[in-house]
């Protein structure tokens, strides 16, 4: 089994920035797609950004040119650079991988 552990969220003011990073352990035997999807009360999971094994990036419209989406494959870990950030943005934001795995879930709470 593959552990997905984020950290970096946060309470942050409209305009901030936050980095959400989150490590994979376990079971462990190639590189895998990662990506970030969050869920903001009483809505449905969404997608916010992707990366492939190859390193290619799939965004949400909704974050294109502020969020970025980068990963350290050495260290299992995918990053998510997360500025001008909007009230909007505000959820919980689980980390995942291709198998599939998922993380426990991190808050971002962002004030106007």
Known sequence: QVQLVES??????????LRLSCAAS??????????????APGKQRELVAVISSGGSKTYADSVKGRFTISR??????VYLQMNSLKPEDTAVYYCWRAGPAWGQGTQVTVSA
Do not use: E, H, P
Not at 72 to 77: F, P, S
């Open 72 to 77: 350290d494959n050495a260290k299992n870990t």
């Open 8 to 17: 970096g969220g946060g309470l942050v003011q409209a305009r901030g920035s």
């Open 26 to 39: 376990g079971s462990i035997f190639s590189i895998a797609a990662m990506g970030w999807y969050r869920q």
